[in-house]
């Protein structure tokens, strides 16, 4: 293969990891407790911050684990139906971010 298609091939290999997904979890106070939220959607609700913390590192780590292919169907804010197929290797990038307020 020639040099030039090696290049182009990393770097369309390199341009499509930059639009990979990028989840953050943050933890913060919670119904008089803590959580983490990602997305807009709150996880249960823990008596600690140090609880939520790990269970935020926890959640990061199992969403970055490669699974098994599936095809889902979910509905848009519009009401429209989708069907597409999510590969069990298509992970996101995570992260955890602590409240500031945390303490």
């Known amino acids: 293969m020639p040099p030039v298609a090696v ?3 990393n770097t369309r290999l390199n341009r499509s990891r930059c ?4 989840v953050i979890y943050r933890v ?4 008089e407790g803590w959580a983490y939220t990602a997305n ?4 249960e609700r823990f ?3 140090k609880e939520a913390l790990e269970a935020a590192h926890r959640a990061a780590r199992e969403q970055r684990m490669p699974g098994n292919t599936h095809v889902i169907e979910y509905e848009d804010a519009a009401g429209k139906w989708h069907s597409e197929t999510a590969s069990g290797s298509d992970r996101p990038e995570t992260g955890v971010e602590d409240s500031p307020s945390s303490a």
């Open 19 to 22: 639009f990979m997904a990028h």
């Open 28 to 31: 913060v106070r919670h119904d």
């Open 40 to 43: 807009g959607t709150f996880s």
């Open 47 to 49: 008596n600690s911050h």
């Open 7 to 9: 290049a182009d091939a």
